[in-house]
């Protein structure tokens, strides 16, 4: 089984050569609800980070007396690849975290212990993919102007990246070429890990990032004399995806057809300010003279349906 995972993973990361630039949207918290202590607690953990930065945070602990969480498993919509690979390694890790845990049920309570009748829940992570015709330019200028004045600091305000997104894309619908939605559960433990691999794995699809507002943090200034540009005559794509991780279960369907999209891109945008915990939206390309070619899409992006 090893083998055959391993050979798929390297099967399903051919990247392009000439990658195009792109823009990103996004922020979150991955912190644990306060809980009373009982003994000791440690733990708890955050979601941050910037361009070129990286995330930080954790949420640690062991476990007492064996396995203090109940068996969650993956479900999957759409073609599975490294979404379904990372949702599953972040299972088997916690797994195997519990039954190490669980050599250790007999021995005394200590503050490195963690309470796990109150850990959270596990989260729900998406991610919904959007190729649409170059012609859409008017949804690069709307993630543009978004990145400029969104407020990607708190819930509030990444509700409402979220919300504008989904929007401008449903707005388009003529002009959707493919798509993908995959979603999964995780263990709350692993969620931040998760999601951060996941955004990892769709930034290094991008040669940098020419707009940028990720938690607070703004890059390129929005002046006119940035290096942002709209699609042309040459480019013949535009790819959105969006990463969500929310607190409560949630459903889409596989986006094989326009009326499946539409249906999922509602589901997502309706997710409310308190369930959301983290969100990244990143598109491409953005840069002047960028583009992206049907040989492009379908080498950085193989798991693209067409609709």
Known sequence: MIPVILTTLFLITPQSSNAAQGGRIGGGSFRAPSIPRTGGYGGGGSYRGGYGGGYRGGYGGGYRGGI???????????????????????????????????????????????????APGPVTLIELQVGL?????????????????????????????LEDTTLALLRQPHLWVYSNTETGEVPFNSAENTFNRLSITERSKLSSEVTSNFSGELKNEFHPSSSVGEADAANEYIVVTILAASKNHIKLSPTNSSEKLQESLRILGSISSSDLMALEVIWQPEG????????????????????
């Open 68 to 118: 203090g969480f109940p068996f969650v498993f993956p479900f999957f919509f759409g073609g599975g690849g490294l979404f379904g690979f990372f949702i599953l390694m972040a299972i088997a890790g916690v797994l195997v975290n519990a039954f190490r845990g669980g050599s250790s049920a007999n021995q005394p309570f200590n503050q490195t212990n963690q309470l796990t009748t109150n």
């Open 133 to 161: 015709l170059a012609s859409a330019k008017e949804l690069q200028m709307e993630l543009r102007a978004l990145a400029e004045k969104a407020d990607t600091n708190n819930s509030t305000g990444l509700q409402r990246v």
């Open 288 to 307: 002047i003279g960028d583009k992206l070619t049907s040989e492009d899409l379908l080498t950085s992006y193989p798991n693209l349906e067409h609709l």
